[in-house]
């Protein structure tokens, strides 16, 4: 009995000293830390997609409370909402950007692009391109492995099996970049999101001469310059055979796809043209 | 019999297919294409433009920097275009294409069968002479044979070791060399020596190619300072630092050069193109190729002009039907062609022509951690490993397991039981590894 006493009242002794040890050192060893980052991580969406540049959404919401101007911070995850709830929590003036989209700049489908070899690699666009060029005629385009579907976090990329190009899902997308850096080809790229999910822009990166792209695909830019001379607002530049629109000065009037003989500047989202004379008047001009 | 110390393969070597056939000329093709960058290191910059009439053996384009390489037209004729042109993987590289007229050489060039052995010329001259005529590495490396003879202060060689080993599968362009050129090869193995200085020459070769061994060991008797060394067979006994572990028992350290060991490094090929830069005048502007297949009519082994496309091969040793794929190199280093029209380069041991049956991949499976790739690895590493690591891009990690020693041999994937592409992954982790050492390097 006498043992059985000693033994209950070392153990308790013992786990109320080491209690106060850890108590002690707790105390002694106490990280300050602003309770607004906590606050802050739950207003972002917690996604964790790295969109923002941070490596998730506690690395964000420590730099959104330490960092005096957060101008340079944006989480494209949560859009100007939530940097406006954030900002309005802090204090400090939000910072504010143009909402963006993902858009896949190819339309080499199997159609557009016949298919000069068969790859019978790893299925990862990464090791297709470092070993060569592609399964077509064109070194620049779309491999069709789907590395920027298997990086998307939001659901918003998937392999179109027909076309064997991705497709962006404009409602899911929340243009974190994770598909931009994840295609080796450089192919994707975020542009201002229009109302109604209207696009213009050129579907190919093709680089090489007109007559070499023409050949690998059906609806490659040959760079013949067309484009840039109808743009009203010098929004379009031609350089390495390649026109880009510059989505910044783009002011949608769709002249240049009506112009583009390849048809490789593709428009979406807008209310079909009214009559068909247009081309044709275009045309007799 | 001497061999590498650790890991390596047998894969079956193939070789029974070209190895009789003798050394043909290829016939002068109606146009060349020669890619600017047929080495590693920095492009060659063109010196002709569209329209200049160029005559075979003519300097075309000149070396980009210290590792680069001098390129010389194959034939004679009009240039006819300097733009990218798609090469065997369908990337669009710089090129000098010439449209072919006549076979006019340069002056200067002795192209008589006589054997010069004589050599009166300084280390430094032969240097020099070897970098003007655009001699690289021909067993597939093309790395500016220059460079590689330019010992660095402080450093010495000890030994010049001919790579005569050719243990690619297949690959039988130097063993024909051997027996048909020896004599030769021989003198630009003692020309390679003089330049670095050295008085002990190893040609190392594998037991599968005893005639090589014996040809050579009869010619050498001549040479005091010429010694064959039999190796036994084992892939990937063709590498550089498995060839010197094989040949001296010495290894090189990890990150260092195979100098450091107070080796050099020739192979065949390189050797016989120095006989004829130091020798004969005569740049590198041709090369034998070996064309051959398990269901090829005639395989062979070519004597071709730089820049011959490699359709023009294909359909000289029995055309592509049947054929799954084609490799330019051998079947464990080569790399598949994509596009057929592309020219041969100074890199090109061979076109090999798989029947589709062989080609299939098979599907993959999942790593089961045998280690057999840990086992095949003749650097030591861990192949399985430096896969996953580089699918999850860790790249500090990938670091620390030493990926940049890699030799991409392909022995992981070769001894892989679930088929995975092993090599296809470290290859792009070593890539990125290797970019982010040059940066810190940079920066310091």
């Not at chain 1, 013949?224 to 629109?245: D, M, Q, R, S, W």
């Not at chain 2, 572990?245 to 010495?250: D, I, L, N, S």
Request: charged share 20%.
């Amino acid at each position: 009995m006498g043992s059985l006493i000693t033994t209950v009242l070392v153990v308790s002794g013992l786990g109320a000293l080491l209690a106060l040890l850890l108590y002690l050192i707790a105390k002694k060893f106490n990280v300050e830390e602003d309770p607004r980052i906590d606050q802050v991580e739950k207003m972002l969406p917690g996604a964790n997609c790295g969109g923002c540049g941070f490596a998730g959404c506690r690395g964000m919401s420590e730099a959104l409370v330490k960092r005096d101007d957060i101008s340079s911070l944006y989480c494209p995850v949560g859009g100007a909402e939530c940097m406006k709830s954030v900002a309005s929590f802090l204090g400090k003036a939000a910072p504010e950007r143009e909402p963006m989209v993902a858009v896949v700049r190819c339309a080499g489908s199997c159609a557009n692009r016949p298919k000069t070899n068969q790859f019978d690699g790893a299925k990862s666009c990464l090791v297709a391109s470092s070993l060569y060029a592609g399964e077509t005629g064109c070194s620049f385009g779309c491999l069709g492995l789907g590395d920027c579907a298997a990086k998307c976090e939001f659901d918003a990329l998937h392999i179109n099996p027909e076309t064997g190009l991705p497709e962006v899902d404009e409602e899911k997308c929340t243009a974190c970049g994770a598909c931009v850096k994840a295609c080796p080809k450089m192919i994707i790229e975020l542009r201002k999101k229009a109302p109604k999910g209207r696009k213009i822009y050129v579907s190919c990166v093709n680089k090489a001469k007109g007559a070499v792209a023409r050949k690998a695909c059906k609806v490659a830019c040959i760079g013949c310059g067309k484009c840039a001379k109808v743009c009203p607002f010098e929004a379009i530049t031609v350089e390495n055979n390649l026109a880009y629109i510059d989505f910044t000065k783009c002011k949608m009037c769709r002249k240049c796809v009506v112009e583009c003989p390849m048809g490789a500047i593709v428009e979406f989202g807008f209310p079909p043209r009214k009559v068909v004379e247009e081309p044709q008047s275009a045309k007799t001009e | 019999m001497k061999t590498f110390p650790i890991g390596g393969i047998h894969p079956s070597d193939c070789k029974e297919y070209s190895k009789g056939a003798k050394i043909e000329r290829f016939p002068v093709p109606a146009t060349v294409t020669i890619p600017l960058s047929q080495h590693i290191g920095a492009p060659a910059v063109a010196c002709v433009a569209k329209g200049d009439k160029v005559l075979v053996g003519q300097i075309i384009a000149t070396a980009g920097g210290f590792v680069s390489s001098n390129i010389h037209s194959s034939v004679s004729g009009t240039v006819v275009a300097v733009e990218p042109k798609a090469d065997a993987q369908g990337n669009m590289k710089p090129s000098i294409t010439i449209a072919v007229e006549g076979d006019e050489w340069a002056e200067g060039i002795d192209r008589t069968d006589t054997v010069v052995k004589a050599i009166n010329m300084s280390p430094k001259e032969i240097v020099d002479k070897i970098a003007a005529m655009g001699i690289v590495g021909m067993g597939g490396a093309t790395f500016p044979t220059h460079v590689k003879l330019s010992v660095p202060d402080g450093k010495k060689a000890e030994c010049l070791i001919i790579n005569a080993v050719e243990c690619e599968p297949y690959l039988t362009a130097d063993y024909r060399v051997m027996l048909e050129q020896g004599e030769r090869l021989l003198i630009g193995a003692r020309i390679l020596a003089k330049a670095i200085g050295v008085d002990k020459i190893y040609i190392g070769i594998e037991n599968n190619k005893p005639d090589a061994i014996a040809h050579l060991t009869k010619l050498a008797g001549a040479y005091l300072e010429i010694e064959i060394v039999p190796l036994k067979m084992r892939y990937p006994q063709g590498g550089e630092k498995q060839l010197i572990a094989a040949v001296t028992g010495r290894e090189v350290p990890s990150g260092k050069l195979p100098i450091d060991v107070g080796a050099v490094v020739q192979n065949v090929g390189t050797a016989l193109a120095v006989y004829e830069a130091v020798a004969k005048n005569k740049p590198l502007i041709e090369r034998v190729v070996t064309v051959t297949g398990s269901t090829l009519a005639s395989p062979k082994n070519l004597l071709v002009r730089i820049g011959t496309p490699m359709s023009a091969l294909v359909e000289y040793s029995g055309g592509i039907d049947g054929i799954g794929k084609v490799i330019a190199g051998g079947p464990m280093m080569g790399r598949a062609v994509s596009n057929l029209d592309a020219p041969v380069t100074k890199g090109t041991s061979g076109v090999l022509l798989m029947p589709t049956q062989e080609s299939l991949r098979k599907a993959e499976g999942s790593c089961i951690r045998c280690a057999k790739c840990v086992e095949a690895c003749p650097m030591g590493l861990e192949p399985y490993l430096l896969s996953a690591l580089t699918q999850q891009n860790d790249y500090d990690q990938l670091e620390a397991h030493y990926i940049a020693d890699c030799i991409e041999c392909g022995c992981c994937t070769f001894s892989c039981p679930s088929y995975l592409p092993l090599l296809d992954w470290v290859r792009i982790g070593k890539a990125e590894v290797m970019k982010r050492m040059r940066e810190r390097s940079q920066k310091k």
